[in-house]
């Protein structure tokens, strides 16, 4: 999932403007720069780094021991 707010206009970030039409041609555009710089970062291929770390926890949403 991704968050992209308008932090002029929304500075407590309460509306996010992900997946809405208000804004798509930035919003592509950003997303492909963060896609370009996760796939350019080395240490995120480090699992416990990433934006997925669902490997750290059970089908519960637990902590794994």
Do not use: I
């Not at 996010?16 to 492909?32: F, K, M, S, V």
């Not at 796939?39 to 770390?53: I, N, V």
């Amino acid at each position: 999932d991704y968050c992209f707010y308008d932090l002029e206009r929304d500075p407590y970030e309460l509306d996010n403007l992900a997946g809405t039409d208000r804004a798509p041609d930035l919003e592509g555009q950003l997303r492909q720069l963060l896609l370009n710089w996760h796939g350019q970062t080395g240490w995120l291929t480090d699992p416990d780094c990433g934006p997925d770390r669902t490997h750290r926890f059970d089908e519960d949403g637990m902590p794994r021991q």
